[in-house]
Nanobody
Framework: QVRLEESGGGLVQAGGSLRLSCAAS????????MAWFRQAPGKEREFVGG????????YYADFVKGRFTISRDNAKSTLYLQINSLKPEDTAVYYC?????????????????WGQGTQVTVSS
């Protein structure tokens, strides 16, 4: 069974940076499109960005505006999310997800596999 486990979250001041990681077990990295979603308190889960199986293509939500970068290391079966210039409104639980399709999707229901999430809290 595929397992995804996020790490790297924490408390950071506004303007700071974080790098989140998602380790995938029993996952053939090249066959899965991976993505990050986030869910802020009282809000619905939203798409942050995704990356193709080979890592050569990425797609981001509009609000990212160059502050977020998704990458992957298939040899390590690990997905990353680099977040710079953090803002208080980035406070959320961040989830990694995977789907066994080539296309990057921004739709939650298109993803088959999910991690438990990692909390990111940005103080002003």
């Amino acid at each position: 069974q595929v397992r995804l486990e996020e790490s790297g979250g924490g408390l950071v001041q506004a303007g700071g940076s974080l790098r989140l990681s998602c380790a995938a077990s029993r996952l053939t990295g090249r066959l899965y499109t991976m993505a990050w979603f986030r869910q802020a308190p009282g809000k619905e889960r939203e798409f942050v960005g995704g990356i193709s199986p080979g890592g050569d293509s990425t797609y981001y939500a509009d609000f990212v505006k160059g502050r977020f970068t998704i990458s992957r290391d298939n040899a390590k079966s690990t997905l990353y999310l680099q977040i710079n210039s953090l803002k208080p409104e980035d406070t959320a639980v961040y989830y990694c997800s995977g789907r066994q399709r080539i296309e990057i999707s921004s739709t939650i229901d298109d993803y088959e596999y999910w991690g438990q999430g990692t909390q990111v809290t940005v103080s002003s």
